[in-house]
């Protein structure tokens, strides 16, 4: 899986990082970049993607609608479709 981060994609983690931590890990399109490979956060292309991530890492998504998935707060909405799931 390619962990290619584009600006879109890191100005979501700027813009809403304190959606998922007490105060800022980045100022920087760069310093979120470095933060995001070291977490290992990845980006799918679909709800359906996000759903089947949390599966993977044995969280159960058993009965959860598709927006209480998007509401954790690990899950930031790029706004193109794609969305970047980051481990707190």
Known sequence: MMH???DDVL???LDNQLQLFPEKV???LEEAENFLEESMAVVVDS???VIE???EEGIDTEGAMDEEI???DEV???GDGRYLIVEG
Do not use: G, K, P
């Open 11 to 13: 100005e979501c983690f």
């Open 47 to 49: 709800v359906e993607e």
């Open 70 to 72: 998007l509401d954790a």
């Open 53 to 55: 991530y949390f599966e």
């Open 26 to 28: 980045a100022e920087t």
């Open 4 to 6: 290619q981060f584009d």
């Open 76 to 78: 930031f909405d790029i």
